[in-house]
Every structure is written in C-alpha cells, then in structure tokens.
C-alpha cells in the first residue's frame, strides 16, 4: 500500500479485473479454538493452523501477482496509531462485549499488540466471583472467522457496505471493518453502517457472502440463515437514494440448513461474461426457493414480482450465463460433496480467470469441459504459467484445512476495487 494515498473504492461487477482486495491473514486466534467452541465459532471442525497457513499463502500469492493487497492487520494497527480512533474503536468493542473494565488495560498497549489482541483474544482475568462462575476462558474471544473477510463487508460501486452479522460472535469483526473504512484513513467511498441504519432492529441481519454486484445495474443477493429479508430492505432503501436510472435486484431465497448453504455463494457464482458456477439442485432444479425480482426506477421501487430463476431473469435483463454445474452432471452425489466443500464458491481475477479449490475434481473436470484450463496456484506463483495470457484458466488451491472453517476463495477475499467490464 502507498503511503498517504486513498484507494478509491469502485465494484460495479463481480468479474472486472480484480485491482485491489483486503484479505486476514488466518492467525493464533485459529489455533484458539477448542472442540467446546467449535461449533459456536460456526466451524465444522478444528483447523490445523500451519496447513492452513500454507494454503492460504497460495491464495496470497496468486492475488499479489495480480493485484494490490491491502491486510486487516496492517491496516487496523495503523488505524490504532490515532489516539482517537483508537479510543473510539475500544469505547465500542468494550461496550458491546460487555467488559468496562478492560478499556485502560487495552488503552496502554501499542497499536500492534493491541491489533493483535483485538483478532486473536484476550484471557478472562477471574478476579471476582461473577467472572469465576461464567465458565468462559475469554473477555474478549478469539475471531475465529475473520479470515473469511468477504462476510463483515462488501463493496458495492463506491460504498463500503458494514455488514450486521447474524451470529454475535462475530460484531467486533463488523466493528473492525467499520473502523477502517470510517477512518477515512485508507479509502475514498461511501460508507453504509448496516448497525446504525437498522436502528437496532434486530430483525436486520446481511452478510457479504450473499451480495454479488453482477453488473452496475444488477445486485444479486441471498435470503437465507445469514441475510434477512429486512436485511435487503435496508440495503435497498439505502441503494435508492442518490440513485437514478433503473436498477435491478434479485433476491434468491436459500434454504436454513445444510450449513453449507450459509450464503449465495456457496450456490451461485460468475465465472465469466458468459459463465456462472451453479448448484444445480437449487439454481437449475424446480425447488421451493423463490427468485424475486426488485425493480427500481429513479431512486423508487416500482415492482416486486417472481420470477422463474436467477439464470431466466439475467437472461431477460441481457446477460445470458451459461450454467457450469458443481460437481458435474454426472452424479446428484458428487453435486452435493463437492458443493459441501465450497465447489461453487468462485474468485474471479478477471473475466474468465478464477480461483477455486484443486480438491472439488468434478468441478474442475467440468469446467475443463466449458474451456477452462485448469492450473495449479503453485505453478502460477512460480511464473511456471502465466495469468496475463489470453484464455480461460481455473486456478487451483490446495484445500484441505480451509474448507472446514465453511468457505473458499470468494469468501477469504473483499474486492475493493475493479476495473470495469465491456458486456
């Protein structure tokens, strides 16, 4: 990152040639975890730290070959170096979590070491009876899930959207984002506190993982365990205002459970101009699920009426995506593992280039089908391949650890800036 320049933010598509992103490194605060918390921190399993480490610096690697990269510890520790800001993002973690008495103590440490409490935790110090009766190891606990950074946050053109988190577990890291995109230390953009325009309504929740900007006029958003649908009224009445011309949102309805399912893109992702990744039993399939389509015209909702799938309504909307099945169309089986583990959850570099776990093979054989050369990261960090070469390519991460936190390569990654496409 440059010293003194702000990033402008701009999204206006999920495929336009990834400039920069802001990813967490995955620290102590993974190895924190414990079989008892498992489950509360929303991970399926327990990581093994150094394997997942390893993982992601394949992701890291690839993307810092491509674009800028912009780290949650760097930037929150610089942000800490403003007394004020400093002293405000500390009066409000203190306040949430419900521990005053923490606040001089977490004051007195340096930016860095606090940086580093604030994502990886604080041991409970037991000094009164209350405290020694909670059976809680933590005052302030570990971020478990912070390096999926996609769900705190999203981009949408030039507004940084805070996301209200559905799990409590996870406000300091909306807390954080909001930290350093209020700052208006390190980006130019607007931002939209989804906390204070809910005015506490804690029927509001929305989460980064199911919003997907298709085109400059076309959001694309999940109604399910994660974002509510008072969560998209919210987000659409902010996205009116200042806004002219027609804008188009649809609303696809996921179910509750499996937990696999937690967000839209773990269902849906766009590969290409002419591309997405589908589960199909979802996407495809007739299913229960609604697809609602939200128009608006000038700054207004004009109509909110059904429609017959993602795919059809793009269609009619003037993008046509051919349809790559997870886990192929061989096996229903084969579907359902491979989208278990993130086998639809794509990144888009650029148009036509992606980045997808190497361990989802009927996946990849069936994007190989669809034109896409299949390479692994290693290969392109190593410069044994070339991504600024013309052509379709799915590049391969290593995924054996990162998985089990429950997403892949969009859900470790927040876009914040990409160049425009020509559709």
């Not at 290409?272 to 589960?279: E, L, N, S, W």
Request: charged residues 25%; proline residues 4%.
């Amino acid at each position: 990152m440059k010293e003194n320049r702000k990033l402008t933010l701009k999204v206006q598509t999920e495929i336009g040639k990834l400039e920069a992103v802001m990813m967490h490194y995955p620290g102590a605060e993974v190895e924190n975890m414990t079989p008892r918390n498992a489950q509360r921190a929303l991970y399926s399993d327990i990581l093994n730290l150094s394997i997942a480490r390893r993982e992601y610096d394949q992701l890291l690697g690839v993307l810092q070959k491509s674009s800028t990269v912009y780290k949650v510890t760097d930037l929150l520790t610089q942000l800490l170096g403003s007394e004020d800001q400093k002293e405000k993002l500390i009066e409000r973690i203190c306040a949430s979590e419900q521990v005053p008495h923490y606040s001089d103590y977490l004051m007195s440490l340096p930016p860095a070491a606090l940086s580093r409490i604030l994502i990886e935790g604080i041991p409970l110090k037991i000094n009164t009876l209350t405290d020694f009766l909670r059976e809680e190891y933590y005052a302030l606990k570990p971020l478990y899930n912070f390096y999926f950074t996609r769900d705190a946050s999203a981009v949408i053109g030039n507004n940084a959207l805070v996301c209200k988190m559905a799990n409590s577990v996870r406000m300091r890291e909306a807390m954080i984002m909001e930290a350093i995109f209020g700052s208006g230390l390190f980006f130019e953009g607007k931002q939209l506190n989804s906390y204070e325009l809910s005015q506490n309504n804690p029927q509001v929740k929305i989460e980064g993982g199911d919003v997907l900007v298709v085109r400059e006029d076309i959001l694309v958003i999940g109604n399910g365990a994660r974002t509510t649908t008072q969560g998209i009224d919210m987000l659409v009445k902010e996205l009116c205002k200042n806004h002219s011309g027609k804008k188009h949102v649809i609303v696809q309805q996921l179910p509750e459970s499996p937990e696999s399912f937690i967000h839209l893109d773990m269902v849906f992702t766009l590969l290409d101009r002419d591309k997405a990744m589908v589960y199909k039993p979802l996407i495809i399939d007739n299913s229960r699920y609604q697809t609602v389509h939200m128009q608006i015209d000038n700054g207004k909702v004009t109509k909110i009426s059904s429609a017959n799938g993602i795919l059809s309504l793009l269609r009619r909307l003037g993008l046509d995506l051919e349809p790559v099945v997870c886990g192929g169309k061989a096996d229903n089986w084969d579907q359902e593992r491979e989208q278990w583990h993130s086998g639809a959850n794509f990144l888009a570099i650029e148009p036509g280039k992606v980045l997808s776990y190497a361990r989802n093979v009927h996946t990849l054989e069936e994007l190989n089908k669809h034109g896409f050369e299949v390479v692994s990261a290693s290969d392109v960090i190593a410069n044994r391949f070339d991504i600024t070469v013309p052509g379709r390519c799915v590049i391969t991460l290593e995924g054996s650890e990162l998985p089990r936190g429950g997403g892949g390569p969009r859900c470790m990654t927040l876009p914040l800036r990409r160049s425009p496409v020509s559709w």
